[in-house]
């Protein structure tokens, strides 16, 4: 895939009402692979804790028979975190505002992990 | 008796719309025909699902027939709907006393005695909780309890979650370091996954907040994941606890997030009572 490619699933996801960034991330390291983020939000630290998330849920689905999971949502006050992982361990993942579409956002977050493998 | 069933049962075929099928249920249930009352709320709920008082007859014929961990359903949807509707505070007060759980039928016993303090039948219920004696269902007199059931979930560990759906194999409390407060997780396959799961999610919930922090997002109140075979949701019932659930695909995450919110609310009440 080429970094443009890369831009165009996230700014398919990026144009979702209310979600304020989408990054790719190397899950196996937490290194920010590409983003689009808005202004203020620490990309590198983000994307390090939604590894180190990912790599827990998928460790203890695992342990308790449902497979790995294909998608997890974080909810908070105000907003939430939304990743899915890719077949070849890129997670990508949204972040939003308290409001969003979150069933919309998971449909792109999925198409975007079918694009980038 | 036979007569009245009758003419109810034609009464609710001319006016299917109508509010007799809890007069004919109640009836059914009286006379021990337990599959014809379920056939008869069931009914009614689905022309009624909104009433309170169909969820509150549902509950009762489920009390019945043992069914304990629907029966709750029943009566907390019951209480949803019609917050101060007494049946159903006593019939919560009679199935917290089948698990052991004392307080919290008490408890039940109590609000139901604000809304009615002239119900006679709620303060011999109290007396008899206090004394340790059980207290009557919430209407007509159930049946004993076969022995076995007698003994009901003596394990403190199960007494977390106490009447919820789940209680033993899909639901699980932590504590900050990974290590099992009560519940219990169960593989579709049946394998006893506890402790594994345990310390996989041990430093989720600083994970969790430490992101929400960052992304300045405020508390992070659930995290919900989808797989395979089955989904969960983790919810921290305090700020030093985790609860988890677990269920298989076939129940929505927007659902799962309700059944935690009110295994949340138990554990809150347990952990409460532990200090």
Same mark, same amino acid.
């Given at each position: 895939?080429?970094?443009?490619?890369?831009?165009?699933?996230?700014?398919?996801?990026?144009?979702?009402?209310?979600?304020?960034?989408?990054?790719?991330?190397?899950?196996?390291?937490?290194?920010?692979?590409?983003?689009?983020?808005?202004?203020?939000?620490?990309?590198?630290?983000?994307?390090?804790?939604?590894?180190?998330?990912?790599?827990?849920?998928?460790?203890?689905?695992?342990?308790?028979?449902?497979?790995?999971?294909?998608?997890?949502?974080?909810?908070?006050?105000?907003?939430?975190?939304?990743?899915?992982?890719?077949?070849?361990?890129?997670?990508?993942?949204?972040?939003?505002?308290?409001?969003?579409?979150?069933?919309?956002?998971?449909?792109?977050?999925?198409?975007?992990?079918?694009?980038?493998? | 008796?036979?007569?009245?069933?009758?003419?109810?049962?034609?009464?609710?075929?001319?006016?299917?719309?109508?509010?007799?099928?809890?007069?004919?249920?109640?009836?059914?249930?009286?006379?021990?025909?337990?599959?014809?009352?379920?056939?008869?709320? *069931?009914? +009614?709920? !689905?022309?009624?699902?909104? #009433?309170? $008082? @169909?969820?509150? =007859?549902?509950?009762?014929?489920?009390?019945?027939?043992?069914?304990?961990?629907?029966?709750?359903?029943?009566?907390?949807?019951?209480?949803?709907?019609?917050?101060?509707?007494?049946?159903?505070?006593?019939?919560?007060?009679?199935?917290?006393?089948?698990?052991?759980?004392?307080?919290?039928?008490?408890?039940?016993?109590?609000?139901?005695?604000?809304?009615?303090?002239?119900?006679?039948?709620?303060?011999?219920?109290?007396?008899?909780?206090?004394?340790?004696?059980?207290?009557?269902?919430?209407?007509?007199?159930?049946?004993?309890?076969?022995?076995?059931?007698?003994?009901?979930?003596?394990?403190?560990?199960?007494?977390?979650?106490?009447? *919820?759906? +789940?209680? !033993?194999?899909?639901?699980? #409390?932590? $504590? @900050?370091?990974? =290590?099992?407060?009560?519940?219990?997780?169960?593989?579709?396959?049946?394998?006893?996954?506890?402790?594994?799961?345990?310390?996989?999610?041990?430093?989720?919930?600083?994970?969790?907040?430490?992101?929400?922090?960052?992304?300045?997002?405020?508390?992070?109140?659930?995290?919900?994941?989808?797989?395979?075979?089955?989904?969960?949701?983790?919810?921290?019932?305090?700020?030093?606890?985790?609860?988890?659930?677990?269920?298989?695909?076939?129940?929505?995450?927007?659902?799962?997030?309700?059944?935690?919110?009110?295994?949340?609310?138990?554990?809150?009440?347990?952990?409460?009572?532990?200090?």
């Amino acid at each position: 895939m080429t970094a443009a490619s890369f831009a165009q699933a996230l700014d398919q996801i990026t144009r979702v009402p209310g979600v304020r960034g989408a990054m790719l991330v190397a899950g196996d390291d937490g290194l920010v692979v590409a983003e689009h983020l808005m202004e203020g939000i620490r990309g590198p630290a983000v994307a390090a804790l939604a590894a180190s998330l990912a790599t827990r849920l998928r460790r203890a689905m695992q342990a308790a028979g449902t497979g790995a999971g294909h998608f997890w949502q974080l909810l908070c006050e105000r907003g939430g975190l939304l990743v899915v992982p890719g077949a070849s361990g890129i997670l990508v993942v949204a972040i939003t505002a308290p409001d969003v579409n979150a069933g919309l956002v998971r449909l792109e977050l999925l198409r975007a992990a079918e694009a980038v493998g | 008796m036979v007569d009245e069933v009758k003419a109810l049962s034609a009464q609710l075929a001319q006016e299917p719309q109508s509010l007799v099928f809890l007069r004919l249920g109640e009836l059914l249930r009286q006379r021990r025909q337990l599959d014809a009352a379920q056939r008869v709320a *069931l009914l +009614g709920l !689905e022309r009624h699902p909104h #009433l309170a $008082d @169909a969820h509150d =007859l549902y509950a009762r014929i489920l009390a019945d027939r043992h069914d304990y961990e629907r029966a709750f359903d029943e009566w907390d949807m019951t209480l949803r709907i019609a917050p101060e509707h007494t049946g159903a505070m006593k019939g919560l007060a009679f199935l917290y006393f089948k698990v052991g759980d004392l307080a919290q039928a008490e408890s039940h016993l109590k609000a139901a005695k604000k809304v009615t303090p002239d119900d006679f039948t709620i303060e011999q219920a109290l007396a008899m909780v206090r004394g340790g004696a059980e207290p009557a269902p919430p209407v007509p007199v159930a049946p004993p309890p076969a022995p076995d059931e007698a003994e009901a979930k003596p394990l403190a560990e199960s007494r977390v979650f106490a009447g *919820l759906e +789940g209680a !033993e194999e899909g639901l699980l #409390l932590l $504590d @900050a370091a990974g =290590l099992v407060l009560g519940g219990g997780l169960r593989s579709p396959t049946g394998d006893d996954v506890t402790e594994a799961v345990a310390a996989y999610l041990a430093g989720v919930s600083q994970e969790a907040a430490r992101t929400a922090k960052l992304l300045g997002l405020g508390a992070w109140r659930g995290l919900s994941a989808e797989g395979r075979q089955g989904h969960v949701h983790l919810v921290p019932p305090t700020g030093d606890s985790l609860l988890l659930v677990l269920r298989d695909r076939s129940v929505p995450l927007g659902r799962l997030a309700i059944v935690a919110q009110r295994a949340a609310q138990a554990a809150r009440h347990w952990l409460e009572r532990q200090q």
